[in-house]
C-alpha cells in the first residue's frame, strides 16, 4: 500500500491527464460492456439462433473452400494501388521536385509496368480455371 501512496505523489500534473483518460476508457468499456448484458434480449428460439446475413437465411456450409487466384487479386491490388500515393504525392511536388523528380517518377512506374508485365507472363492475372495449361500446352 505503501508503494502505491508513493507512486501516486511522484505523479506529474502531465501524468494526471494520461490516468484519468485510462481510467475514463476502462470505465466506458466496462459500462458498455455491461449495459449491454443488462439491456440485452434473453430470448432463445430457432430462429434466433440461426445465422442471418443481409435480409437472406443463409444456405449451406460457411466454410466454403475459396481458390488462391482471389486473394492473389486482393494482394495485386493492394501493391498496385499504393503507387497511387506515391504518384499523387509527386504530383502535388512536381514543380519542387522538378527534373530530378521526374525522372524517378517515371522510373518507378517503369518498374510497376515491368511487374505488370511479369505477373501477365506467368499468368497471375488469368481467371480462366484451364487457361494457364491451355497457355503451356499451345507452347509445347
Request: glycine share 12%.
Amino acid at each position: 500500500m505503501h508503494s502505491m501512496t508513493a507512486f501516486i505523489t511522484r505523479l506529474t500534473p502531465q501524468s494526471w491527464g494520461l490516468v484519468i483518460y485510462v481510467l475514463g476508457v476502462i470505465g466506458l468499456a466496462g459500462l458498455m460492456l455491461g449495459g449491454s448484458y443488462v439491456l440485452g434480449g434473453r430470448s432463445h428460439g430457432r430462429a434466433k439462433e440461426e445465422p442471418f446475413e443481409s435480409g437472406a437465411i443463409s444456405v449451406g456450409s460457411a466454410l466454403l473452400r475459396m481458390p488462391a487466384k482471389f486473394y492473389l487479386v486482393a494482394m495485386f491490388f493492394v501493391i498496385f494501388d499504393l503507387e497511387t500515393v506515391f504518384l499523387y504525392a509527386w504530383a502535388v511536388s512536381v514543380r519542387q521536385s522538378g527534373w530530378t523528380g521526374f525522372t524517378v517518377a517515371g522510373l518507378f512506374i517503369l518498374a510497376l509496368l515491368a511487374a505488370l508485365f511479369y505477373l501477365w507472363r506467368v499468368g497471375g492475372l488469368d481467371w480462366a480455371p484451364g487457361s494457364k495449361s491451355l497457355a503451356q500446352a499451345t507452347r509445347s
